[in-house]
């Protein structure tokens, strides 16, 4: 009885695609996870589509996030945002006429 159990329901899995915000998967490089973003749902949807036609590919993309903060200001990361680990940063001018501001909250000053 529990054979037949677990055969249907491998069956029942091996039909089913999930893709979009709403998606678990298991990334390679940092386990289970859900990224609630564009990027992942695009490309899951992609994949799911051709899985459904029986192409059995794996899911190996590594998603990336981005936010648009203001229109001269956004950010973009791969991988998980978490405090607790280390977070190296890479701040790009759009052209060289461009100047970098850095703000100083402790004493209130601009440096360009």
Wanted: charged content about 25%; hydrophobic content about 40%.
């Amino acid at each position: 009885m529990y054979q037949a159990f677990l055969f249907t329901r491998l069956l029942f899995y091996s039909h089913f695609f999930q893709a979009g915000d709403a998606a678990c998967f298991y990334d390679q490089k940092f386990g289970r996870r859900r990224v609630e973003h564009h990027d992942h749902a695009v490309v899951s949807g992609r994949l799911a589509g051709e899985n459904m036609v029986g192409a059995e590919k794996p899911y190996l993309h590594v998603s990336m996030l981005w936010s648009d903060l203001s229109p001269d200001l956004g950010w973009e990361a791969v991988g998980i945002l978490d405090p607790k680990l280390e977070t190296t940063g890479v701040f790009a001018l759009d052209s060289p006429q461009d100047e970098l501001k850095i703000e100083d909250d402790s004493t209130n000053t601009v440096s360009r």
